[in-house]
């Protein structure tokens, strides 16, 4: 995906993203130069490289502070506004703090410490949403799928329409074995480690894959909205939702 961007003295920058969340791959400048921007494995914007040569790096403390590069997108490839502090989308973030400046939007859903950031793990955890992690499909250690959580949320309401989300993903794997080659098996037959989850799949399925399972836990949560401790977080996490779904798997939640 190709973003201009355009400020109010009239420079122009074209940035072209990967298929995945905060995948910025380069930006084309108005005069035609190209940068590449090297990672590491959080995605943070390490260096910035033209014609095969790195020509700005940075690096990064736990929580992402020091970091000084020649670019908008830099911890965990998230925009800075100013200082350390970068945009994650619901609230922004305090590299130098190590912490979120506001409280979850989810509420309890985002645990007793409702500031933190990545559960205070930052060398294995990001949180490009500014939101509680969820819920993800992998492999059961045996062949099959599973859901594996970072962590549940403690309403029932939202840990049950999580779980529809990803057993609806489960659902299209198991029918659609072609649109997942591999899957839960090596090309020998044996079986994936148990938690392995490094499923390939070609951007327009998984845009339809990704489609159906949001809408799946956005029609199960307005339909137990009744059991929620707080009817404004679900409406919040299905307008939430709804964006995510169509920046990113350009779904048409028109209808939703």
């Not at 003295?9 to 930006?27: H, S």
């Not at 029932?156 to 529809?164: L, P």
């Not at 956005?218 to 995510?244: E, P």
Request: some cysteine; overall charge negative.
């Amino acid at each position: 995906m190709r973003v201009r961007e355009r400020d109010g003295y009239g420079t122009r920058n074209d940035y072209i993203f990967g298929p995945g969340v905060d995948e910025p791959l380069a930006r084309q400048s108005i005069s035609g130069t190209v940068t590449y921007f090297a990672v590491d494995g959080l995605g943070s914007i390490t260096a910035l490289v033209e014609n095969g040569t790195p020509v700005d790096g940075s690096r990064y403390r736990p929580f992402g502070s020091g970091g000084a590069l020649s670019s908008k997108y830099g911890y965990t490839a998230r925009e800075l506004v100013a200082g350390d502090v970068y945009y994650y989308r619901a609230r922004y973030y305090d590299a130098f703090l190590g912490r979120f400046v506001s409280e979850d939007p989810l509420g309890y859903e985002a645990g007793i410490n409702s500031s933190a950031y990545a559960f205070g793990d930052p060398i294995k955890n990001a949180d490009p949403m500014g939101l509680a992690p969820s819920a993800h499909v992998c492999c059961d250690g045996n062949g099959g799928f599973t859901i594996c959580w970072d962590v549940k949320p403690q309403q029932q309401i939202f840990v049950g329409c999580m779980e529809a989300h990803e057993k609806d993903h489960i659902d299209f794997m198991t029918k659609n074995p072609g649109a997942c080659p591999g899957q839960c098996k090596d090309p020998s037959g044996k079986p994936r480690p148990a938690g392995w989850n490094q499923f390939e799949m070609a951007p327009d399925e998984r845009n339809d894959m990704e489609c159906r399972g949001y809408q799946t836990e956005i029609k199960c949560l307005m339909k137990n909205i009744g059991q929620a401790l707080s009817k404004s977080d679900v409406l919040f996490r299905v307008n939430m939702l709804k964006a995510k779904a169509k920046q990113d798997f350009k779904c048409d939640t028109a209808n939703w």
